[in-house]
């Protein structure tokens, strides 16, 4: 009796609960690509498509190759279920409203069918539907949320080896080959994402040297570094392989408890970032559209196109901010600390909705997760469950002299402003005309001047919250 087994975001074989629910029997192993709300976006898509084709290559190996579908679970699986014989489809569980959704309603189209849809824990350490506080309610602070999971955690099971060998279920379809996916723009669509190529490698086994390299060259500094944008090994860059599942988190838990040392208890933390943005998102799914905090719904924003445009093209004349949104457009990825300054600049002294952050880094980020990044971003707008307060406003040039004092992050991604001295590296826009010229700069011509003035984005700022709260 054969099963299904539907790849979503666990793109791996080794640490599979649903994989091995199915591995002794013959099965069909499907990706269904599917639109509706947040389908991923561009830089993601990249992402996608080199990982699907590594998943294809290991499937293959193993003699049960990869069937790839596009449309809608609900219609599709039925019939492929009834193709292959299929009394049972495995997958693991998600937690984004749209893909929640669809499961519930794919179980009630296969049950009418006699095929059940059996969900397995893929993704997560924890159940965002089993862990609760002491009064039962969900988690709304991640500090207590941390320290419960930690406790749970003592008891974590082992990771799941990979299976050896699959067999390949009779009757399965042919499917879509991965250029009828069609993930990745077609000409004469500019490809911005093909640069990526030399910053990552999607896949199980980018994954692992990832994680590898990682232990050996950053854990132990982990952290002292983390904040350094400039630093190499600063952070693992693992988010986009954790996010597609490439990697499952209770595999870099152990890794990393059994490399050990300092930096440990902070990374384990991080992770646990990860599982409250998900527990966040699973009980307040409005969480990507809609502010947790309600009062923020009437909050006086100022759209502005150009204002929007120059920060997301990173022209808005101040280095630490044009440098991290230039390092996302090149490579898809951005130090976390500059994702904080980054979108608060945006929020704060340029009063854009958060909403159109959310959305311009869900289309440039190969992490781009509906938990993290909506949370993040409701976090540092003020408005999220467990929130900076939305007065708290960064200062771009004093958070850039804190932590890229030497100006090496600025000067990566800013190479214009690489001559000028580290005095100035954060400001320019205060350097003596003599020092400008001294580095070949012109303001306004080689690097923007400013786009707002800092005192007064900040002043406006505080008074669109002061009309908020109807001071
Ligand atoms: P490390 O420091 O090595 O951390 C290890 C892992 O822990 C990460 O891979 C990630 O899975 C998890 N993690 C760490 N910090 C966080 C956090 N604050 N929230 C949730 N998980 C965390 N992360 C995403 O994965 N996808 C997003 O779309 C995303 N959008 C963000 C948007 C904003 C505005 C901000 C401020 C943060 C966002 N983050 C997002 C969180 C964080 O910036 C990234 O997870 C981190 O930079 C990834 O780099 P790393 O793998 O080297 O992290």
């Known amino acids: 009796d054969s099963a299904i087994l539907w790849f979503r975001q666990d ?45 294809g290559r290991d499937l293959a190996e193993r003699g049960a190759p990869l069937v790839l579908l596009r449309g809608d679970p609900r219609r599709l699986l039925p019939d492929l279920a009834a193709a292959v014989g299929a009394t049972e489809i495995h997958a693991g569980r998600r937690t984004e409203p749209a893909g929640r959704r669809c499961d519930a309603e794919t179980h009630a ?3 009418a069918a006699g095929t059940r849809l059996v969900l397995h824990r893929t993704a997560l350490l924890h159940e965002p539907h089993q862990v609760r506080t002491g009064s039962g309610t969900p988690y709304g602070v991640y500090t207590p949320f941390s320290r419960n999971v930690f406790g749970l955690l003592e008891g974590l099971a082992p990771a799941l080896p990979a299976p050896a060998r699959l067999s390949t279920a009779p009757g399965a379809p042919a499917g879509l080959s991965l250029d009828e996916l069609a993930l990745l723009p077609r000409l004469p669509e500019p490809d911005w994402a093909a640069g990526f190529a030399a910053y990552w490698q999607p896949g199980e086994a980018g994954a692992a040297a990832r994680l590898a390299a990682f232990l050996e060259h950053g854990l132990a500094g982990y952290a002292d570094r983390r904040n350094d944008p400039g630093a190499a090994w600063g952070t693992s860059g693992l988010s986009p392989h954790l996010h597609l599942g490439e990697i499952s988190p209770r595999q870099v838990w152990h890794a990393a408890q059994a490399r050990g040392g300092k930096g440990l208890e902070t990374f384990l933390k991080e992770l646990l970032w990860r599982e409250f943005s998900h527990h966040l998102l699973w009980h307040r799914p409005e969480m990507p559209e809609a502010p947790l905090r309600v009062e923020f719904a009437a909050f006086p924003w100022q759209p502005d196109a150009a204002l929007l445009r120059a920060w997301q093209r990173g022209r808005t004349g101040y280095p630490i901010i044009d440098a991290g949104m230039r390092q996302l457009w090149q490579t898809g990825w951005m130090h976390n600390r500059v994702r904080m300054i980054t979108a608060s600049f945006l929020v704060k002294h340029l009063l854009q909705p ?15 997760d509906l938990a993290a990044n909506s949370a993040s971003w409701q976090w540092v707008a003020g408005c999220g469950a467990d929130a900076a307060p939305y007065f708290r406003i960064f200062n771009p040039v004093l958070q ?3 932590f890229d004092p030497t100006g090496a992050y600025v000067r990566r991604w800013c190479p214009e402003l690489a001559p000028l001295p580290d005095r100035f590296i954060h400001k320019p826009h205060e350097a003596p005309e003599i020092v400008l ?31 908020l709260k109807g001071d």
């Open 11 to 55: 793109l791996r074989l080794a640490d599979h609960p649903a994989l091995m629910a199915v591995a002794e029997r013959p099965i069909l192993p499907v990706y269904i690509l599917e639109d509706g709300p947040w389908a991923p976006g561009g830089a993601a898509r990249w992402w996608l498509h080199h990982s699907l084709a590594a998943l």
């Open 109 to 111: 189209a296969l049950q």
């Open 354 to 368: 958060w909403q159109q952050g959310e959305a311009w880094f869900w289309d440039t980020l190969v992490d781009a």
């Open 400 to 402: 850039g002299e804190k």
């Open 437 to 467: 010229r001294g580095a070949g700069l012109q303001l306004g011509r080689d690097y923007p001047a400013p786009v707002v003035e800092l005192a007064a984005g900040r002043a406006r700022a505080l008074a669109a919250f002061a009309a």
